[in-house]
T-cell receptor, first 115, second 111 residues
Framework: NAGVTQTPKFRILKIGQSMTLQCTQD?????MYWYRQDPGMGLKLIYY???????DKGEVPNGYNVSRSTTEDFPLRLELAAPSQTSVYFC??????????????FGDGTRLSIL | GQQVMQIPQYQHVQEGEDFTTYCNSS?????IQWYKQRPGGHPVFLIQ?????EVKKQKRLTFQFGEAKKNSSLHITATQTTDVGTYFC???????????FGTGTRLTVIP
C-alpha cells in the first residue's frame, strides 16, 4: 500500500528559484494538507484542501501556492525561494476533518534547503 | 490566535521509568489527537480524544483529555527504547478548519 507519496525526498535550491513539491495519495481521501517542520519544532499548516478544486490557507501560507485538480494530487509550489523556506515539508491526507475521528496519514517528507 | 503548547520540550529517562508530556491550549478544543514521530521519520497517528475528561489506554500509553477540553496528557509507563521519538499533540478549535500541532516533547530513553 503506497499511502501518501511525496517527491522529491531531498532538494537544494538557490535563492530565487522555484519548484513544485509533489504529493499524491491512493486512499481516496478527500482532505489533504501541507505542513512545514523546522528543526526541533512542531508542524505548521501551510495550506489544506477539503476536496478537488477547493483549497484554503493555513497558518503560514505566504510564499507558497497550491492546487487540487484531482482527489489524488495536491502539489505545493514555491515561487522565489528564500532561505526562510528551508524546512522539511510533509503532506498528509485524511477522510475528513479531524472532528470526524479520522487520523491524518503523512508522507515521508521532502527535505528542502535554500542556499 | 490559537496556540498549543507542550511541556517539557525534552525529557531523558532511564529505561523502565515513567514519562509524561502535557499539552495546553489557549482555547477550547473540539478534539485532540496525539502523534509520534521517530527521529528522521514522519508523524504517525496514535489516538484521538473527543469527550471532556476522556481517558484512553494503549498498552503502556495512557491518554487523557481535560474536563475543560483545553489540556491533555500522554503518560507512558515503564518506558522502553522503542518509545524514543517526539510526541506531538494536535488540536482544533470548534468551528475552525485548522489543526494546530503542539511544539512536541522529545523523549530519549537511556538503556
Amino acid at each position: 500500500n503506497a499511502g501518501v507519496t511525496q517527491t522529491p525526498k531531498f532538494r537544494i535550491l538557490k535563492i530565487g528559484q522555484s519548484m513544485t513539491l509533489q504529493c499524491t495519495q491512493d486512499m481516496n481521501h478527500n482532505y489533504m494538507y501541507w505542513y512545514r517542520q523546522d528543526p526541533g519544532m512542531g508542524l505548521k499548516l501551510i495550506y489544506y484542501s477539503v476536496g478537488a478544486g477547493i483549497t484554503d490557507k493555513g497558518e503560514v501560507p505566504n510564499g507558497y501556492n497550491v492546487s487540487r485538480s484531482t482527489t489524488e494530487d495536491f502539489p505545493l509550489r514555491l515561487e522565489l525561494a528564500a532561505p526562510s523556506q528551508t524546512s522539511v515539508y510533509f503532506c498528509a491526507s485524511s477522510y475528513s476533518w479531524a472532528t470526524s475521528n479520522q487520523p491524518q496519514h503523512f508522507g515521508d517528507g521532502t527535505r528542502l534547503s535554500i542556499l | 490566535g490559537q496556540q498549543v503548547m507542550q511541556i517539557p520540550q525534552y525529557q531523558h529517562v532511564q529505561e523502565g521509568e515513567d514519562f509524561t508530556t502535557y499539552c495546553n491550549s489557549s482555547t477550547t478544543l473540539s478534539n485532540i489527537q496525539w502523534y509520534k514521530q521517530r527521529p528522521g521519520g514522519h508523524p504517525v497517528f496514535l489516538i484521538q480524544l473527543v469527550k471532556s475528561g476522556e481517558v484512553k489506554k494503549q498498552k503502556r500509553l495512557t491518554f487523557q483529555f481535560g474536563e475543560a477540553k483545553k489540556n491533555s496528557s500522554l503518560h507512558i509507563t515503564a518506558t522502553q527504547t522503542t518509545d524514543v521519538g517526539t510526541y506531538f499533540c494536535a488540536g482544533d478549535q470548534t468551528g475552525a478548519n485548522n489543526l494546530f500541532f503542539g511544539t512536541g516533547t522529545r523523549l530519549t530513553v537511556i538503556p
